[in-house]
T-cell receptor, first 115, second 115 residues
Framework: GNSVTQMEGPVTLSEEAFLTINCTYT??????LFWYVQYPGEGLQLLLKATKADDKGSNKGFEATYRKETTSFHLEKGSVQVSDSAVYFCALSGPYGGSQGNLIFGKGTKLSVKP | ETGVTQTPRHLVMGMTNKKSLKCEQHLGHNAMYWYKQSAKKPLELMFV???????ENNSVPSRFSPECPNSSHLFLHLHTLQPEDSALYLC??????????????FGPGTRLTVL
């Protein structure tokens, strides 16, 4: 079945460091791919998404490119801030099945950014 | 503020109690979801409603009973819970559940503790 694997955390970085959080997926066909972020005490918010191969999603300085050949959707940011400290979830939905909108999540990666 | 509200934000209950969680969305969506978020586990999809019809029950024990009276409201009725049911329960909504590219909007969650 469909699944998402993302790197284990926690990840601790200094402010202005480069961030990569790896995410790979297993699915038949072409799923849609998402990164959600959860700040402390809050629900999840969509950070970015990509719906077809080679699409790049971007938001708030974060980017991820849908790589069909490597079944990956790695999250990157060139210069992290303390306010980026949160838990990041990679997820997919579709592409086949009766409820294609249902999301399958990775376990989440906790990011801590130190000043 | 995502347009999805959940009440209560915190709930402590004994194993013999009956309580209900409430979710309301103000986004005009037609699909609503319940998720369970436990420590060190991926988010677990529990139930999906699309146009008020339940389309997914992810093998959830019968002590959890969902209700969707209309497209804006979703309830989760709880009775005779176990301590391992303690978790953050998240509600989400989307335009509808059959398209993989639809973003889900999450509420802040209800932190449930079962004593």
């Amino acid at each position: 079945g469909n699944s998402v694997t993302q790197m284990e955390g926690p990840v601790t970085l200094s402010e202005e460091a480069f961030l990569t959080i790896n995410c790979t997926y297993t699915a038949t066909g072409y799923p849609s791919l998402f990164w959600y972020v959860q700040y402390p005490g809050e629900g999840l918010q969509l950070l970015l998404k990509a719906t077809k191969a080679d699409d790049k999603g971007s938001n708030k300085g974060f980017e991820a490119t849908y790589r069909k050949e490597t079944t990956s959707f790695h999250l990157e940011k060139g210069s992290v801030q303390v306010s980026d400290s949160a838990v990041y979830f990679c997820a997919l939905s579709g592409p086949y099945g009766g409820s294609q909108g249902n999301l399958i999540f990775g376990k989440g990666t906790k990011l801590s950014v130190k000043p | 503020e995502t347009g999805v509200t959940q009440t209560p934000r915190h709930l402590v209950m004994g194993m013999t109690n009956k309580k209900s969680l409430k979710c309301e969305q103000h986004l005009g969506h037609n699909a609503m979801y319940w998720y369970k978020q436990s420590a060190k586990k991926p988010l677990e999809l529990m139930f999906v409603y699309n146009f008020k019809e339940q389309t997914e029950n992810n093998s959830v024990p019968s002590r959890f009973s969902p209700e969707c009276p209309n497209s804006s409201h979703l309830f989760l009725h709880l009775h005779t819970l176990q301590p391992e049911d303690s978790a953050l329960y998240l509600c989400a909504s989307s335009q509808e559940s059959t398209y993989s590219h639809n973003e889900q909007f999450f509420g802040p969650g209800t932190r449930l503790t079962v004593l």
